[in-house]
């Protein structure tokens, strides 16, 4: 179906991320389901780099939570941002995804000279190191003020705010 449709299976894989992303959110929390795209994050490329065959790969691909993160990142950033840089933060999950492809390209060409059976194990394995980061930060992170409102919890919306500069 994909090569009909001329969409790659990571292009739909994204797209389930997304939709399950917004469900999650209001369900969880926006802080919660970045914890849970993180852990996307951390088990979908070891899974790819692990596997031994086609099945497991496309699995960890479809783990990998690239959809999912795609959607919360700016959604958080936007219900935590004052209003006068809520446009910039906003487009800054975008930015430095496209940012980060260059990179991808030049680490992928350096694990080109591994032994054959070697480079796209580690160029996988290798998604693994921005996790790290990420969940550091998401541990100092506040749940979402508008969030904590939408589920009745004002007194903890209100805290919220006090605690993000305008």
């Known amino acids: 179906m994909a090569e009909d449709l001329g ?3 990571a292009q739909i894989y994204s797209r389930v991320g997304a939709l399950l992303a917004g469900w999650t959110s209001d369900c969880l929390g926006r802080r919660l389901t970045i914890v849970l795209a993180n852990a996307f994050f951390l088990v979908g490329p070891l899974a790819m780099a692990l596997t031994r065959g086609y099945a497991l790969l496309m699995v960890g691909r479809f783990v990998a939570g690239v959809g999912y993160a795609l959607v919360i990142a700016p959604v958080y950033a936007a219900e935590i941002a004052p209003p006068s840089s809520r446009g910039l933060l906003t487009s800054l999950p975008e930015i430095f995804i ?3 492809v260059m990179p991808s390209y030049v680490s ?3 694990f080109s000279v591994l032994p054959a059976h070697l480079p796209w194990r ?3 394995a290798a998604g693994v ?3 790290v980061f ?4 998401v541990l100092t992170m506040p749940e979402s003020s508008r969030w904590l409102a939408m589920k009745g919890r004002v007194a ?3 805290d ?3 605690e993000v500069p305008m």
């Open 7 to 9: 969409v790659s299976d």
């Open 98 to 100: 496209n940012t980060g």
């Open 108 to 110: 992928n060409l350096a």
């Open 122 to 124: 580690v160029m996988f």
């Open 129 to 131: 190191v921005q996790t």
């Open 134 to 137: 990420l969940a550091a930060g």
């Open 156 to 158: 903890e919306a209100k």
């Open 160 to 162: 919220g705010w006090k």
